[in-house]
């Protein structure tokens, strides 16, 4: 009953999503108005059938589930994937990394007939999705149509756990439909269990955000950006979003009474930002050059207006900020800073990766601020003490490495499900 309701519900406020999405969303990245039918359920018709379905919610789902991705494929090389995401950018970024080895769709709201033609269509063997992508209609009609589901890399914030507390009836019906939970530790998986899932159907995988390394082409362009960038203090401020933009650009322009040559790379988490943020320098009578064009010598920000290069722009700085954190929104990944050896500094807003700080902040990795003037003095003392910037940078490498294999461990969960 309870899923019925909740089905009732979505249902009558389908118009107002698909408004939000087409016209709000779709007027400032038009990426939203494009596959529209998709998020109804309708898959092309060449589409694989029977294939693996993975979703990865975003851009940074997709970036972190990549490597595993790939070893899925390499030890099932018959098998097709889908992969699904909610953004263009997510979209955008899959066919960058897979190009036609994969088909790739948005998933559907998970509204009942949407749900339902999705797995009617898809006949999917095996559905796959990432961290908290818990969707009670995806989920009843796979199990429905005898398709195994497993969460990976499974996380649940007190925040979260929270708020489908709330909802325990319906909760309890979602955590009937996983088959499979590989947890990134013994802390999130009390939560899910908490929430009614069977506690045998629980495996502790750790975090496949800690596989995470530095290929040979991003390498490439690190070095590049280096020889462009030359011999000055740099900080990078990844993944800001509006209301953190301009308590980071506030910070620089402190930085810059102490260190005149400094140069910001501040990356936009979402594209349709990468304008608003130039408006902002312009109206502060900042100088600035954009990634996508020419580099000026004597700018003092450098807009990350590219997509997918944000894992190797971190190591063309001295510390890293992670955006995210100075508002309410829970943080980003530290851990792409952590692969070039680049310490993190973060506002207290971290739930996102409760799992990942603490540990990085004991191996003293990362540190906190709490507002744009302990950020200044922070980046202020970083970029005057090369030393202690590099002590910060290896600490966090180091608790990276310590960290890692969670993708082989989830590799075998995956080749159980297949196998059975």
């Not at 970024?93 to 790739?104: A, L, P, R, Y």
């Not at 943080?331 to 973060?346: C, D, Q, R, Y």
Request: with cysteine; charged share 20%.
């Amino acid at each position: 009953m309870t899923r019925y309701l909740y089905s009732l519900l979505l249902l009558l406020l389908s118009p107002f999503i698909a408004f939000y999405l087409y016209q709000v969303r779709g007027k400032k990245n038009t990426g939203y108005r494009a596959h529209f039918g998709e998020r109804f359920g309708r898959v092309k018709n060449k589409t694989t059938k029977n294939s693996i379905v993975m979703h990865c919610a975003s851009v940074g789902e997709v970036l972190a589930a990549s490597p595993l991705i790939k070893r899925i494929q390499h030890a099932h090389p018959n098998e097709r994937l889908l992969i699904t995401c909610n953004t263009p950018t997510g979209r955008a970024e899959i066919q960058k990394q897979f190009g036609d080895t994969v088909d790739m769709c948005y998933l559907p709201l998970d509204i009942a007939f949407a749900a339902r033609k999705f797995i009617k269509m898809v006949k999917p063997k095996l559905l796959i999705v990432l961290e908290t992508e818990l969707w009670p209609n995806l989920f009843y009609y796979a199990k429905q149509n005898q398709c195994p589901v497993t969460v990976v890399n499974a996380r649940l914030s007190e925040k979260s756990y929270q708020g489908y507390k709330r909802f325990a009836s319906l909760s309890r019906q979602l955590m009937k439909h996983i088959d499979v939970l590989a947890s990134h530790n013994e802390e999130d998986s009390r939560r899910f269990i908490a929430l009614g899932l069977d506690a045998s159907r629980v495996q502790l995988t750790g975090s496949i955000k800690f596989d995470i390394h530095i290929d040979d082409a991003d390498k490439l362009k690190l070095n590049a950006l280096k020889t462009q960038i030359g011999d000055r203090p740099v900080w990078i401020a990844g993944s800001t979003h509006p209301n953190e933009h301009e308590q980071v650009i506030a910070a620089h322009q402190l930085i810059l009474q102490k260190h005149p040559n400094a140069l910001l790379i501040i990356a936009p988490r979402h594209p349709e930002q990468f304008d608003p943020v130039a408006h902002i320098l312009s109206s502060e009578n900042i100088k600035y050059s954009r990634r996508s064009s020419s580099y000026e010598k004597d700018c003092q920000v450098m807009l990350a207006d590219t997509l997918g290069e944000l894992k190797f722009l971190y190591g063309g700085a001295s510390v890293a900020f992670i955006g995210g954190s100075l508002i309410e929104r829970g943080g980003h990944n530290p851990l792409e800073a952590a692969a070039s050896a680049i310490g993190v500094i973060s506002g207290p807003s971290t739930y996102n990766f409760s799992h990942i700080y603490p540990e990085l902040m004991a191996m003293n990795g990362a540190i906190l601020c709490q507002n744009e003037k302990e950020l200044a003095t922070q980046v202020t003392s970083y970029l005057g003490d090369v030393q202690s910037a590099q002590t910060l940078g290896q600490n966090a490498f180091t608790c990276l490495a310590k960290n890692q294999g969670a993708i082989n461990r989830t590799l075998k969960v995956i080749n159980a499900l297949l196998e059975q």
